[in-house]
């Protein structure tokens, strides 16, 4: 029996819908509400979509898509499910602006209304559109002369493997937003070059293209930005996060001291892989946060060149099980017939740097000779969780102590009060790198702390 009485009336799991901020000409994730019939009769709805079809949501009603439904039975004390999802055509968004309609329910002569509502937001988009021969490489895009500064009025969106081609540079304004689509690479060729040029007020984020507050620090959501065999690349101020690996600079040059990147004032965390890779590498790097990586924070393979200044390394992933130490070297490499081919470490400097993390030992020396001497390593004022004993290529450091950490569950890497690595830094550190300035903004005073961090 279906009641027909005026006093019968619906309710809603929610009488608001609400989509986070989602870019223009890209559909969202779905929402989904409940609609009850909490009578012991049955009751017969209808449901419109007030946009109709102009609106940018759509709407499914247990199983069946349309922007009216009429005649829709609910049984007693039952309930049906309400999909919705929105697709903002392109205009001219350059901020986020609300975009509202409302699903209209008509039951015995009551109106009711639940709201839909999002924050749309216009974008600049970078698509693939050159596509090789089967089996010769994957789907790209080229930086050109008209797309070579990004400039932060809109957020970049990119989807695919977008490349900077030989002789191109490619300039990220501060402030810019980099969102990247699943498995999305920058690659940034041979001879090609990459500059981000953020500042402290202004960082340039490069993270996935999820928006919901539950993807914020998810990670795995896009592939990597690599550096191939290129040089003078410069990251500033920027925050890298949620992919699979933060930065790649894949170089195998021996012996070049010459910087592949220059990075200064950067975090890079969340990611599923590796924050930061360096392939037979020359890398410096000053003043920078690397952490919570399911693999390593900062894996050095094949060789290299690397010098890091006043960072801080610290994993304390809590998406699985993580076994791999959150420092990696490594001097070797393995051919197809099973050789181990010899790539030396031409130096790994570490100043004022603190490595701490959940394991019991967060450096790992992967050495194809019996003795570390193989590698040209050396740590001065760190603060280092391991186990193993080096002396001679360690000076003055502090060696398993907790450095008391504000907040590691928010990735706070500040230094509370009582942090043994509070004003233990080498002043001699601050003066072999330009621009001693600390992640949170402040020059670094005569003590300096361990880390990047000053306060």
């Not at 392939?279 to 890091?308: H, K, R, W």
């Not at 390593?377 to 398993?400: D, V």
Request: aromatic share 12%.
């Amino acid at each position: 029996m279906t009641t027909t009485s005026s006093s019968a009336k619906l309710s809603f799991s929610s009488n608001l819908v609400f989509f986070d901020t989602v870019f223009v000409s890209q559909g969202s994730s779905v929402r989904i509400f409940v609609v009850h019939n909490n009578n012991n009769q049955a009751i017969v709805t209808s449901i419109k979509l007030q946009g109709s079809y102009t609106s940018p949501f759509q709407i499914n009603v247990d199983g069946v898509k349309g922007t009216n439904f009429n005649n829709v039975k609910i049984p007693a004390n039952d309930s049906i499910y309400v999909f919705t999802q929105v697709n903002i055509d392109p205009l001219n968004l350059n901020n986020p602006s609300l975009i509202r309609d409302s699903l209209v329910f008509t039951t015995n002569g009551n109106i009711q209304w639940v709201d839909l509502a999002v924050f749309g937001w216009n974008a600049y988009y970078y698509y693939p559109n050159i596509f090789p021969a089967k089996g010769k490489g994957p789907a790209f895009s080229e930086i050109n002369a008209t797309d070579s500064v990004w400039k932060s009025d809109k957020p970049h969106v990119v989807f695919g493997y977008l490349v900077v081609p030989q002789g191109h540079t490619l300039t990220i304004n501060a402030g810019a937003g980099v969102y990247m689509h699943d498995s999305a690479v920058i690659l940034v060729d041979s001879t090609a070059t990459l500059n981000i040029n953020g500042s402290y007020t202004n960082n340039v984020t490069i993270q996935g293209d999820r928006l919901e507050p539950s993807y914020k620090n998810f990670p795995g959501q896009w592939n990597e930005i690599l550096l191939y065999k290129t040089g003078n690349c410069r990251i500033s101020w920027a925050v890298i996060q949620n992919g699979s690996t933060g930065i790649q600079v894949d170089t195998i040059e021996p012996g070049n001291s010459k910087p592949a990147l220059t990075m200064d004032h950067t975090i890079i965390k969340s990611m599923s892989g590796i924050g930061l890779l360096g392939v037979g590498a020359p890398v410096t790097a000053n003043n920078c946060v690397i952490a919570d990586c399911q693999s390593s924070c900062v894996g050095l393979f094949y060789g290299g060149t690397y010098s890091f200044y006043q960072c801080t390394f610290a994993d304390y992933w809590s998406y699985s099980q993580r076994s791999t130490p959150l420092l990696y070297l490594n001097n070797h490499y393995q051919t197809a017939s099973g050789q181990n081919v010899y790539r030396p470490i031409y130096k790994a400097f570490f100043g004022n740097c603190i490595i701490y993390g959940a394991l019991t030992d967060e450096i790992k020396f992967d050495s194809i000779t019996s003795s570390q001497d193989s590698m040209s390593y050396y740590f001065e004022n760190c603060l280092l969780k391991t186990t193993q004993s080096f002396p001679a290529k360690r000076a003055e450091n502090i060696i398993l102590e907790d450095p008391l950490f504000n907040n590691t569950a928010a990735d706070n890497y500040v230094l509370n009060g009582n942090s043994p690595a509070k004003t233990a830094g080498n002043p001699k550190v601050s003066t072999m790198y330009s621009n001693p300035i600390s992640l949170d903004g402040t020059t670094w005073p005569s003590t300096p702390n361990i880390g990047a961090y000053y306060q």
